[in-house]
């Protein structure tokens, strides 16, 4: 039988009986149960999440004939049952506390009528309590509690503050029974994209281990090189195993790199390489954040922050770097230890989510036909070693911008902004580009590589034309010196930005 892709099926049991392809992670399943009761899990969208604490509950169901052929088939108690409350925010958009409260009356009231007990208690943090304790009773055994996307309110509403605080709050409230409930549970696993810190929403719950960044669980969503390989051995016929490797493989999570699955099943089905996972989301509110922190798009290429910024935020300390971590923007590349602390190295997963991304920012600024123009003017400017088409390029892009875009950002004098966007669009044209390269002399700010050609280039934002020099700082840093081995042709580019008059006003170069 030819096995089908289970593309957005979320059902273990479903994937199971109607022959689709499946990974087996049922070895992280045991595990975790013989390792602790409470755990918590962050991962990106689309990235695995709902069908794993799926997988959990028919495994404490007592579904052993889904199991036949995986490893927890023969490694569980298929005896011992347990009644498992499955709360899921997953589905639609909260706007308000009152349809958050509506949404988990529901979900309590359908797993309380499904079991045959009946809540009595008003208050939905009471209700909840109440179940767990009655499930107990009844079925004279501990109960399981799995909750996906515990997060989704708040991240709903995250441009609005206030409301965002509001869900923060009710779903602490809600949460917060866990604790007191511990008698009656036998597990909990909670997941969710962000990471809130543990005092915002899980206060007093201090025994949920957290295994986002855990070695020993840097796979349990994902499918790795092995699997891909093993698992769609059949589906990979035809296909560039590289080739797929750089555009969907590079996330990584302390553990061995692995890809999304939502990608290879689109691309496996469809055999066309494109950014299916970016597309399910727009990282506008990312974008806006960025704007508003300063933080240098190019920088992205290689960012280092610490435990604090990496792992947890709040509603009230919001950072770009963890948000784009947590979401799945950027991943970790290396770690070090600095003072004694960890330091992670953040850069793009892959080559859907390095050019999506920068396409994105550019849409931003300029009409989608022009970019995608100015685009192929950029990519011909490289390929023909054109200095003059790439200047005119960039040129026209700059005069375009809305002077009201400057004034709402403030970013006029900013030169990091100027960079960013010329960074932008070679990123999105997926060609070779680096940014702070360090070099004996210095660092320089970006250097494209293309077939056989380094474009070395040096920005300054300057008050007056001439008075940047950023050409003649080139030539005497010695920058070039790195890549006269690597390159058959070298152009330095010296470019000068107008506070202004918010374009270039240099443009020079020289060919080694």
């Given at each position: 039988?030819?096995?089908?892709?289970?593309?957005?099926?979320q059902?273990?049991?479903?994937i199971r009986?109607?022959?689709?392809?499946y990974?087996d992670?049922t070895?992280?399943?045991?595990?975790?149960?013989?390792?602790g009761?409470?755990?918590?899990?962050?991962?990106?969208?689309?990235?695995?999440k709902?069908l794993?604490?799926d997988?959990?509950r028919q495994?404490?169901?007592?579904?052993?004939?889904l199991?036949?052929?995986?490893?927890?088939?023969e490694?569980w108690d298929?005896?011992?049952?347990?009644?498992v409350?499955?709360?899921?925010?997953?589905a639609?958009v909260h706007?308000?506390?009152?349809e958050?409260?509506?949404?988990q009356?529901?979900?309590?009231?359908?797993?309380a009528?499904?079991y045959?007990?009946?809540?009595?208690?008003?208050?939905v943090k009471?209700r909840?309590?109440?179940?767990?304790?009655?499930l107990?009773?009844?079925?004279?055994?501990?109960?399981?509690?799995?909750?996906?996307e515990?997060?989704?309110?708040i991240?709903d509403?995250?441009?609005?503050r206030e409301t965002?605080?509001?869900m923060r709050e009710?779903?602490?409230?809600?949460?917060?029974?866990?604790?007191?409930?511990d008698?009656?549970?036998?597990?909990?696993f909670?997941t969710?994209?962000?990471?809130f810190?543990k005092?915002?929403?899980?206060s007093?719950?201090?025994?949920?281990k957290?295994?986002?960044?855990?070695?020993q669980?840097g796979?349990?969503?994902?499918y790795?090189q092995?699997?891909?390989?093993?698992?769609?051995?059949?589906?990979?016929?035809g296909?560039?195993?590289?080739e797929?490797?750089?555009?969907?493989?590079g996330?990584?999570?302390?553990?061995?790199?692995?890809?999304?699955?939502?990608?290879?099943?689109l691309?496996l089905d469809t055999?066309l390489f494109?950014?299916y996972?970016?597309?399910?989301?727009?990282?506008?509110?990312l974008?806006?954040?960025?704007q508003?922190k300063?933080?240098p798009?190019?920088?992205l290429?290689?960012?280092?922050?610490?435990?604090?910024?990496?792992?947890?935020?709040d509603?009230?300390r919001?950072?770009?770097q963890?948000?784009?971590f947590?979401t799945?923007?950027l991943?970790?590349k290396?770690?070090?230890?600095?003072?004694?602390?960890?330091?992670y190295?953040l850069s793009w997963?892959?080559l859907?989510?390095?050019v999506?991304?920068?396409?994105?920012?550019?849409n931003?600024?300029?009409?989608?036909?022009?970019?995608e123009e100015?685009?192929?003017k950029?990519?011909d400017a490289l390929?023909e070693g054109?200095?003059?088409?790439?200047?005119?390029?960039?040129?026209?892009?700059?005069?375009?911008?809305p002077?009201?875009?400057?004034r709402k950002?403030?970013l006029?004098?900013?030169e990091?902004?100027y960079?960013?966007?010329v960074y932008a669009y070679f990123?999105?044209?997926?060609?070779?580009?680096?940014?702070?390269?360090?070099?004996?002399?210095g660092r320089?700010?970006?250097?494209?590589?293309?077939?056989d050609?380094?474009?070395l280039f040096?920005?300054?934002?300057v008050?007056?034309e001439?008075?940047?020099?950023?050409?003649s700082?080139?030539?005497?840093?010695?920058y070039y010196e790195?890549?006269?081995k690597?390159c058959k042709?070298i152009y330095?580019?010296?470019?000068?930005?107008?506070k202004?008059?918010?374009?270039?006003?240099a443009?020079?170069?020289?060919?080694?």
């Amino acid at each position: 039988m030819k096995l089908k892709f289970p593309i957005g099926i979320q059902s273990f049991e479903k994937i199971r009986e109607e022959g689709y392809y499946y990974v087996d992670k049922t070895q992280f399943v045991e595990k975790l149960v013989k390792s602790g009761t409470y755990y918590f899990l962050s991962r990106p969208r689309r990235f695995g999440k709902s069908l794993f604490l799926d997988t959990l509950r028919q495994a404490f169901l007592g579904k052993k004939e889904l199991f036949k052929g995986l490893y927890l088939y023969e490694n569980w108690d298929w005896e011992k049952t347990y009644p498992v409350i499955y709360i899921s925010f997953g589905a639609g958009v909260h706007k308000t506390k009152e349809e958050l409260l509506e949404t988990q009356n529901i979900i309590l009231n359908e797993h309380a009528e499904e079991y045959g007990v009946s809540l009595k208690y008003r208050f939905v943090k009471d209700r909840f309590w109440e179940l767990i304790k009655k499930l107990a009773q009844k079925y004279d055994t501990q109960v399981v509690v799995l909750i996906d996307e515990y997060d989704k309110p708040i991240l709903d509403n995250i441009e609005d503050r206030e409301t965002a605080i509001e869900m923060r709050e009710s779903l602490k409230n809600f949460y917060s029974i866990l604790k007191d409930a511990d008698f009656y549970l036998k597990f909990v696993f909670i997941t969710g994209v962000s990471k809130f810190s543990k005092v915002s929403i899980f206060s007093g719950l201090n025994n949920l281990k957290d295994i986002t960044l855990d070695p020993q669980y840097g796979t349990i969503c994902g499918y790795t090189q092995s699997e891909l390989e093993s698992v769609f051995a059949n589906a990979l016929e035809g296909f560039d195993l590289a080739e797929i490797r750089r555009w969907y493989n590079g996330y990584n999570f302390l553990s061995e790199p692995v890809y999304n699955p939502f990608d290879i099943l689109l691309c496996l089905d469809t055999g066309l390489f494109r950014p299916y996972w970016f597309e399910t989301g727009t990282p506008g509110f990312l974008i806006k954040l960025i704007q508003e922190k300063r933080l240098p798009v190019p920088n992205l290429e290689n960012l280092e922050v610490g435990d604090e910024i990496l792992e947890s935020f709040d509603v009230d300390r919001i950072y770009p770097q963890t948000l784009l971590f947590q979401t799945g923007y950027l991943t970790i590349k290396g770690v070090r230890k600095r003072r004694g602390i960890l330091k992670y190295r953040l850069s793009w997963p892959n080559l859907e989510v390095k050019v999506s991304f920068n396409n994105y920012l550019l849409n931003e600024f300029t009409d989608l036909v022009e970019k995608e123009e100015r685009l192929d003017k950029v990519y011909d400017a490289l390929e023909e070693g054109d200095l003059e088409k790439l200047k005119e390029a960039f040129y026209s892009f700059f005069a375009e911008i809305p002077a009201e875009w400057y004034r709402k950002t403030e970013l006029s004098g900013y030169e990091g902004f100027y960079a960013s966007v010329v960074y932008a669009y070679f990123a999105a044209l997926g060609v070779d580009v680096r940014v702070e390269e360090s070099t004996s002399k210095g660092r320089l700010d970006m250097v494209v590589l293309f077939d056989d050609r380094c474009y070395l280039f040096e920005f300054k934002v300057v008050e007056n034309e001439g008075e940047g020099r950023a050409l003649s700082q080139l030539k005497e840093k010695g920058y070039y010196e790195k890549y006269l081995k690597e390159c058959k042709e070298i152009y330095l580019i010296g470019v000068e930005f107008s506070k202004k008059e918010r374009n270039i006003i240099a443009f020079e170069w020289e060919r080694l």
